[in-house]
Nanobody
């Protein structure tokens, strides 16, 4: 069994920063790709960024240049540094981990950006 636990969400003013963390635990041999997704009310869950075990990254165009994804393979943890936050970044943020052809999800953490 694999568990993902996110932390670091909260309320911040526009232009501010937040750092999300997601730690994976359980029966883990190797995590391939880890990612962050977000879902605003009434919207589908969209990809924000992902990172491979080798450190390759990809970002949604809406966050490129403002958000940075990173990971600590020794700790099975992925991070999302979010700078220059905008009200449209408000959503529940979920982390994901691809392990042996399965994708596991965290429970989500709320990020609210006030104008």
């Amino acid at each position: 069994q694999v568990q993902l636990v996110e932390s670091g969400g909260g309320l911040v003013q526009a232009g501010g920063s937040l750092r999300l963390s997601c730690a994976a635990s359980g029966s883990i041999l190797r995590i391939n790709r880890m990612g962050w997704y977000r879902q605003a009310p009434g919207n589908q869950r969209d990809l924000v960024a992902w990172i491979t075990s080798g450190g390759s990254t990809a970002y949604a165009s809406s966050v490129k240049g403002r958000f940075t994804i990173s990971r600590d393979n020794a700790k099975n943890t992925v991070y999302l540094q979010m700078n220059s936050l905008k009200p449209e970044d408000t959503a529940v943020y979920y982390c994901s981990a691809d392990i042996q052809a399965l994708t596991f999800w965290g429970q989500g953490t709320q990020v609210t950006v006030s104008s």
